[in-house]
């Protein structure tokens, strides 16, 4: 299925693991993931399941992810900014 | 002259937003909370605003409703930052709540995000507290629902109205209540295609209550809004239907929907499989956000959803002492009800200890609480979750999206360890015990704990799963930093 990407207007660059992804500046870090048709940016710590975005407004925990360094960030509360390095959460890489 | 009264308000959508003006208007010195980084709540959610802003250039009003509600109040809160009676901590949260010795209240604060911009840890001391942060969209365990590309109908939502962005192009809503119809009308409006909408409920119950309903001629005029917005983009809109199983491999790929009874058993024959599906989008009404409330006490009661709400009186003060609520917490009943709870609790939180509050002071909001109330009843008895929504169950569903605890778990943890409400469950298989605490799960897991009562035993177990003493995940550092206990 195509990527849900409408034309970016006011473009930032983020850094997503190795990859570089121009983003609408203003969006949150879920909401750019989804734009680029990624949907989960995390795995589960027993069944090593992939999960992404489910509330989507801060109560679930479920979209955490690591930005700039901070791990087990909410996804869907922290707007991208210009050079932001965002890091997918693995089981095998944790801790 | 006195002291001016000093009231923090925790939260800055509908409610919280008419609090804080209300307590302004009336002289008080506010403080207001909230975890997201721009006033608005989740009712007006919307695109970022523009750092400088002009006078006069509005925020982004897309797709929304009672914007004029909202310019009205966001220029009230916005003097008050101006004039410097209104303190506003955006991406903050209270991760603690407590009552002083002196009845004061003292609420822990930490930032919501450590990532950007970022607010220092610290404590804050008030005479009054509004409490009105809201709620979010209650689920019910469904196969295959912890798939990618399922999320909260209000998320949805949230993506299209705060940043512009499609979760999906082919998305299928599905759960209870009229919050389903402007979920569906933003995706079409974005460019979506909504495949269907499943509503468990038949839709009867409005009929037996149609008083309720007609005096509240607005939310008629919005809801032929929505039912037009279905007829012109051809969303097919099937009650008694449920989802019984998402499929997909790594993200969701198609849905299997049924027609129900009345019990909510699905009817032999009805089912029918939904293709190419890359989003879902879940919500069987809302679970209030009621944690910082009951850190202190204060009275609840199940509402006639299966809410658990905070008693209040008609000023809004709850059971305890300088505490109040507003909005979503004290019932699930939309924004025009919590902008009039804000503004009466806005008012009683402002006046003085001496002084007795006045109905003569909020008499319009008091109507309009009375009648939104009766229009909120007529909707929960409209829209209830059904009865056998577990039947559709496998063993291997997860039900604790956290601990990933499977429905198979938790019936095994209730029929041979006896633990019959949530929070034996969770002691024994973990089940609300990881990052969320049992925000998403604690109400699927009473009634399965609890084998579907709708009384004492469900709302006893639903209650527990509100004990959260310490109510977001902090850092410990600001545990350890925290001084013995909150006295002068």
């Given amino acids: 299925m195509k990527p849900v990407v409408k034309s970016v207007e006011n473009p930032i660059t983020i850094s997503v693991d190795d990859a570089q992804l121009t983003v609408e500046a203003g969006t949150t870090v879920a909401g750019a993931l989804i734009a680029h048709g990624i949907t989960a940016w995390r795995s589960t710590r027993k069944n090593e399941r992939p999960r992404g975005l489910f509330c989507g407004i801060g109560a679930c925990f479920d979209c955490l992810v690591s930005i700039d360094g901070q791990p087990n960030q909410r996804a869907c509360m922290v707007r991208v900014c210009e050079g932001q390095q965002v890091d997918t959460e693995t089981a095998k890489e944790r801790p | 002259m006195s002291q001016k009264i000093h009231v923090a308000v925790i939260g800055a959508g509908p409610a919280g937003l008419a609090a804080a003006a209300n307590a302004l208007a009336h002289g008080a010195q506010v403080t207001c909370i909230d975890a997201n980084d721009q006033p608005g709540g989740q009712y007006w959610r919307h695109r970022l605003e523009q750092p400088g802003r002009q006078p006069g250039v509005q925020p982004d009003s897309t797709g929304h409703h009672d914007w004029k509600t909202y310019l009205s109040l966001r220029a009230a809160f ?33 930032s919501a995000t450590a990532a950007g911009t970022q607010a220092p840890a610290s404590t804050l001391t008030a005479d009054r507290l509004v409490v009105a ?221 001496g002084q007795a509050p006045q109905q003569s002071e909020v008499a319009k909001e008091l109507k309009t609480i009375s009648r939104h109330r009766a229009f909120a009843r007529a909707m929960h008895q409209a829209h209830q979750v059904p009865d056998y929504w577990s039947g559709n169950l496998e063993e291997d569903t997860v039900v604790c999206r956290c601990e990933e605890v499977t429905a198979g778990e938790i019936i095994q943890a209730r029929d041979e360890l006896k633990a019959v409400d949530a929070r034996s469950i969770k002691s024994t298989t973990r089940a609300g015990m990881g990052w969320c605490q049992g925000r998403v799960c604690g109400y699927a897991a009473s009634c399965l704990a609890t084998c579907g009562d709708k009384h004492e035993a469900f709302a006893q177990s639903v209650a527990n799963t509100y004990k959260r003493p310490v109510s977001i995940p902090v850092p410990l550092g600001e545990i350890a930093d925290l001084e013995d206990s909150p006295k002068e």
């Fill in chain 2, 78 to 110: 916005d003097a008050g930052i101006a004039a410097g009676t209104l303190a506003y901590l955006p991406n903050t949260q209270v991760w603690m709540a407590q009552q002083r010795e002196d009845e004061r209240i003292t609420l822990q604060l930490t």
């Fill in chain 2, 133 to 353: 942060t809201g709620a979010y969209d209650r689920q019910i365990p469904i196969p295959g629902w912890d798939l990618p590309g399922v999320m909260t109908a209000g998320a949805v939502q949230a993506l299209i109205k705060g940043q512009g962005v499609l979760a999906g192009q082919r998305i299928v809503l599905a759960g209870t209540g009229p919050f389903l119809l402007p979920v569906a009308s933003n995706v079409a409006h974005a460019g979506g295609s909504v495949l269907a909408i499943c509503e468990s409920a038949d839709l009867s119950g409005w009929l037996k209550n149609l008083k309720a309903p007609l005096a509240v001629p607005a939310k008629g005029i919005e809801g032929a809004e929505y039912i037009w917005d279905l007829l012109r983009h051809r969303i097919p809109y099937k009650r008694s239907t449920v989802i019984t199983a998402i499929h997909g491999a790594e993200k969701v790929e198609a849905v299997s929907i049924a027609r129900t009874d009345k019990t909510g058993a699905v009817i032999a024959g009805s089912e029918e499989r939904i293709e190419n599906v890359d989003c879902v989008g879940l919500g069987f009404g809302f679970t209030t956000q009621l944690e910082l409330l009951t850190a202190f006490g204060v009275a609840t009661h199940m509402d006639v959803d299966g809410s658990l709400v905070a008693d209040v009186d008609e000023f809004q003060l709850t059971s305890g002492a300088n505490v109040l609520a507003a909005g979503e917490v004290t019932g699930i009943g939309g924004a025009a009800l919590a902008v009039a709870e804000g503004t009466v609790a806005g008012y009683r939180a402002a006046l003085g200890s």
